[in-house]
Every structure is written in structure tokens, then in C-alpha cells.
């Protein structure tokens, strides 16, 4: 997650007198609007707990008035004191950081703490109504929609919750994985754009962890319903033999065979991103990048209109980064940024191992790069709990011992999805099916490897991890 403290306010006061408020931005959004009293606050709390050695360097008091440039190198310092906090493995997961955000942003956004109803939605569009308090974190929603649907403790661990955008064409944006240290209901209403909403999906890349899930019947049903959904988006691709197949398995109700079926085709279990920019091959290449698999794929449109296309295994990745610059928007002038008419530039740039001793940076320009980033992270978690020998499922169970949420909501099951549609009989590639979402048209990518792809011996292969890290540089 992107931390940073691109602004401040002069504010008022309860006694009339004016102070510094600095706003704290999550990857590009208004998370939340602190004092330095406050943060001073929580830096003393985490030299309490961790001590000096662990602790980075805060920025000072002083004495009288901050003049403009001194308040302007507070920012600074506190914006890399704030960065430096979250990157580190132990400060920024500790119960001290994430509950002070989640206060100050419940404070920020005005919202007191009361029951209220939150929709949470499935892949095939149902909504799971659950009653929550405003100041429930993430894992205290996640519990509760668990409760409603009757899914068993040991499988929690193995969803999500995630903020999508819905678009105007039925077009679905994941804009990031919701964390520890926000409060969902805040995070969701604070946007004030009903397209914005949560919604469930496995948080796991290896599908080898289908199995544990398949072998519970709501597991199942979930799973059941994101592969549908996924294939209607045009996430996975199925031509119309496999189209004919599944067809066959869902008229039958054979979940287990249509989603081992489903695990076969191309983009199974990947998360496809919007359209955006990239500099590879080449500066200002149009590209639309999906993860999964333990890569992230690209559809690179050359400057000629030329197609190709190939991924970038995260073994082969020797670190990446996220930055954000504000950027005038729009707007025909070139005034200098000010709050109100800059918006945030997102990047996600890895240095790639594109052949021996050949290391090469590639750089994606993409509101999502921080939803990018957090998927190659939790790859790699992946593939160094399985490297190491151990299993997700004990990982994810002995973290679900922090505590529960013990609610007594009436039960909802899970839906199936409704059947397949026949197959376009003008689209050789790639097919739609039908569930209750409203309708995509889909433009698929071929299937085939043709001499239009990039050469494979700039994408993959196997290298050793070497730092690998979301916040490495």
C-alpha cells in the first residue's frame, strides 16, 4: 500500500485557534486528517512497545510558529516517517499502527460508531446483507459475511474482501484489496459513488488450493460462482468446445467437474485489469496486464498496431516499486498542482531479469499499479510458504486466532449461477455466459502462439528470489 502526505490544511480548531492538519493519502485517496500532536502520539506509543532501535527518527517539536517552509518540511518528514512505519514488517502490522488509522480515519470522515446494514457482494451479483458496526475493520466484515453464509472458520482465510468499481458498461474494476487498517463501511461510503462497492473473492493464487475449498459445499458454490463470472467477463478464455462442455457440467450441476474443467483454460484464476500504459517494449505502449499464475500477463498494442503478448514471471522479478506524482488534470492549462486540480499518477515499476546478467526495469502507468503490486506480493508470499514447506492453510488459520466476530444473523445461502448462453457463432475465441451481472461484450485476446508474440525468451524461465519486496526500493 502506497503511503504518502501530499497536502496539508489550516484548520480551526474547538477554542477558534488554527492548527496543521496532514492529510494521509492511501494510494492516491484521502485515508485520513491528523494533527502532529497526534502522530507524535503514536510514535511515542510505538518506542513503548518496539523501543528506540526499531523505531525510525520523528520529526521534532518546536517551539514557536512554523513559518510556510518549515511546515512544508514537516510534511516531508512525516510523510517518510509514515512510509518507513508501514514498510516495515513488524511496526507496520502491529495492532498500535492500524488502530490508529482506522480511528483517525472514522474521525476524518465524521461517521460514529453504530450498527448499520453493508451490502457485500458475490461474484454472480448477489448481495449478502450483514449487520456490522461503522467501526468494524476489515477482518471483523469479513467474519460476519462468513456467518451468513455458513462458511466454516478454517476457509475464511482463504477470501477477500476487495473495493470495486462498477462501470457504466458493465466493466468491473478491482481497485484494491481492503486492509487491516480501514474500516470497510467508512472506506465504502466516504467515496459517495454507489458504483463503488465490496465484494468477496478468493485471496489465493495457487490452484491447488481449490481443494480445500471445493470440499465444503459453500466453498464450493463461491468458487462455482467467481469462475462463472470470471469466464462471462472474458477473464478466462473458452472456445466453443469448452464452451459446449461446460454447458454440459453446469446442466448437470457438476460444480467439481466444470471448475477442474474451468482450471485447464487460459487466465483460470487470473484478475484482469483495465486498459493502460507501459514503456516495453517501447515508450507509450497501450497494454492490458492480468495477474495470476505467478506472473503478470501483458497484451502489449504496439505504436504499429501490432499484437503481441507474453508474461513476466514474479521468480524472475528482482524487486518492484510503486510511486505517485500529482499531475495537473486535464483541464488545458499548466498551472502548478494544488489539491483541487491535480490527481494522482500511479506507477508500478520491477526490475525483470530478461536474460542472463541482462536485468531490465519495465514501468506500468495504471490507477491500479498498488492493486498490481499487492497481487505480485501475495505470489510470492505464496511461493515461499510452499518453498519453505509449509502450508497456507495452517498460515491462514493460525491468523484467524486474533479473535472472531460472534454474531447471530438469520443464514443466506449462496446461489448458483444461471446457465450458459449458446455460443456466438460469430466469435471463434472467445464466448460469453450468462449470469445475473449485467451483459459484457466481450473482446477476447487469441488463444494462439503465434509469431506475434514476444519472444518467450524474454519472459520466462526460473530465477532465485533475490529480495523480492513491494517496498524494496
Known amino acids: 500500500m502506497h503511503f504518502s502526505i501530499p497536502e496539508t490544511e489550516v484548520r480551526s480548531g474547538e477554542n477558534g485557534s488554527t492548527y496543521v492538519a496532514y492529510n494521509i493519502h492511501v494510494n492516491g485517496v484521502l485515508h485520513c486528517r491528523v494533527r502532529y500532536s497526534q502522530l507524535l502520539g503514536l510514535h511515542e506509543q510505538i518506542k513503548k512497545e518496539y523501543g528506540n532501535n526499531v523505531v525510525p527518527a520523528f ?11 518549515e511546515v512544508e518540511q514537516r510534511r516531508e518528514q512525516l510523510e517518510k516517517y509514515m512510509q518507513a512505519v508501514r514498510q516495515d514488517p513488524v511496526l507496520g502490522a502491529s495492532e498500535i499502527f492500524n488502530s490508529f488509522l482506522r480511528k483517525a480515519q472514522q474521525e476524518t470522515q465524521q461517521i460514529p460508531t453504530e450498527e448499520v446494514h453493508l451490502d ?15 467501526s468494524d475493520q476489515t477482518e471483523d466484515v469479513l467474519e460476519a459475511v462468513a456467518s451468513k453464509l455458513e462458511l466454516p472458520d478454517e476457509l475464511v482465510g482463504y477470501f477477500s474482501l476487495f473495493l470495486v468499481q462498477e462501470g457504466a458498461d458493465g466493466g468491473c474494476t478491482f481497485v484494491r484489496k481492503l486492509q487491516e487498517f480501514e474500516l470497510p463501511y467508512v472506506s465504502v461510503t466516504s467515496l459517495r459513488n454507489p458504483d463503488f462497492h465490496v465484494v468477496l473473492r478468493k485471496s489465493y493464487w495457487d490452484t491447488a488450493y481449490d481443494n480445500d475449498v471445493m470440499d465444503n459445499r459453500v466453498g464450493l458454490n463461491l468458487l462455482y460462482a467467481q469462475t462463472v463470472s470470471d469466464i462471462e467477463r472474458g477473464w478466462i478464455l473458452v472456445n466453443k468446445d469448452q464452451h459446449r462442455q461446460l454447458k454440459s457440467l453446469q446442466e448437470k450441476g457438476s460444480k467439481k467437474e466444470f471448475i477442474r474443467l474451468a482450471q485447464t483454460l487460459k487466465y483460470y484464476g487470473y484478475i484482469k485489469f483495465d486498459p493502460c500504459i507501459t514503456d516495453f517494449p517501447e515508450k507509450g505502449c497501450h497494454v492490458i496486464v492480468s495477474a495470476g499464475n505467478n506472473e503478470l500477463n501483458f497484451h502489449i498494442k ?24 500529482q499531475v495537473p488534470m486535464t483541464n488545458g492549462t499548466k498551472n502548478p498542482c494544488n489539491s483541487s486540480k491535480c490527481e494522482v499518477k500511479l506507477e508500478l515499476a520491477f526490475e525483470y531479469l530478461m536474460s542472463k546478467d541482462r536485468l531490465q526495469w519495465v514501468t506500468i502507468t495504471s490507477p491500479q499499479a498498488i492493486m498490481m503490486s499487492i497481487c505480485l506480493q501475495s505470489m510470492v508470499d505464496e511461493l515461499m510458504v510452499k518453498k519453505s514447506g509449509g502450508s497456507i492453510k495452517k498460515q491462514m488459520q493460525r491468523k484467524r486466532l486474533n479473535g472472531s466476530l460472534h454474531r447471530s444473523d438469520s443464514q443466506q445461502a449462496v446461489k448458483s449461477p444461471p446457465l450458459l448462453d449458446s455460443p456466438d457463432p460469430n466469435r471463434e475465441q472467445v464466448v460469453k455466459l450468462s449470469t445475473k451481472l449485467t451483459s459484457v461484450s466481450l473482446r477476447g485476446i487469441s488463444t494462439s502462439n503465434s509469431a506475434n508474440d514476444i519472444s518467450s525468451n524474454d519472459f520466462h524461465g526460473n530465477y532465485a528470489f533475490e529480495g523480492i519486496g513491494d517496498d524494496d526500493l
Open 120 to 134: 457485500v457482494h458475490l461474484s454472480n451479483g448477489q448481495k449478502i446483507k450483514v449487520n456490522i458496526l461503522t
Open 59 to 69: 520529526p521534532p517539536k518546536k517551539i514557536f510558529t512554523l513559518t510556510p517552509a
Open 302 to 325: 504496439l505504436p504499429n498496431d501490432q499484437m503481441k503478448e507474453g508474461s513476466f514471471k514474479v521468480t524472475r522479478m528482482r524487486c518492484w516499486r510503486v510511486t505517485s506524482s
